[in-house]
């Protein structure tokens, strides 16, 4: 397992995306899902975009590789007064996985939860993912709720 001690979270930026790219690929994949170029493309354009709630920020290592990398939109809740961050996708390169970097993620968005005075930070994962919940449940305990999910089929 290679790791570099030091790891520094920042937003991403453009000159990111080969990387960016990789290690989204990797998520993808980790959840068994056949990478798409265009749903990809369009991601990073709205990850780029200053005008769509969609951000993105990164884990980097001392020797500036980029090994972790988390996607989170804001949106409007009908029961709070203020806006609420969904970390949707968070994804650690497997080689550097088990060093905190995706401690360190959420422990930077839960940073800018209380300073930009967001409501709440909330996630899922999947029901098998042990190693990732193994992490999650230090945060908080399982909310308890269910996902029920309806696709377009016409899409």
Not at 64 to 92: A, R
């Amino acid at each position: 397992m290679k790791f570099e001690g030091n790891i520094k979270i920042r937003e991403t930026q453009a000159s990111d995306e080969s990387r960016w790219r990789e290690l989204w690929e990797g998520y993808n994949r980790f959840y068994k899902r056949e990478p798409s170029n265009p749903v990809t493309t369009h991601l990073w354009r709205r990850l780029m975009s200053p005008t769509t709630p969609v951000y993105s920020i990164l884990a980097e290592n001392e020797k500036g590789l980029v090994v972790g990398i988390s996607n989170y939109l804001l949106h409007e809740n009908t029961s709070t007064l203020s806006p609420v961050c969904y970390l949707q996708d968070i994804f650690v390169d497997p080689e550097f996985r088990g060093h905190g970097t995706g401690r360190k993620m959420i422990d930077w968005l839960l940073l800018q939860t209380k300073k930009q005075k967001w409501a709440r930070l909330y996630w899922h994962t999947s029901e098998g993912n042990y190693r990732a919940r193994g992490l999650y449940d230090k945060f908080t305990p399982h909310s308890g709720f269910l996902l029920y999910t309806i696709k377009n089929l016409e899409l």
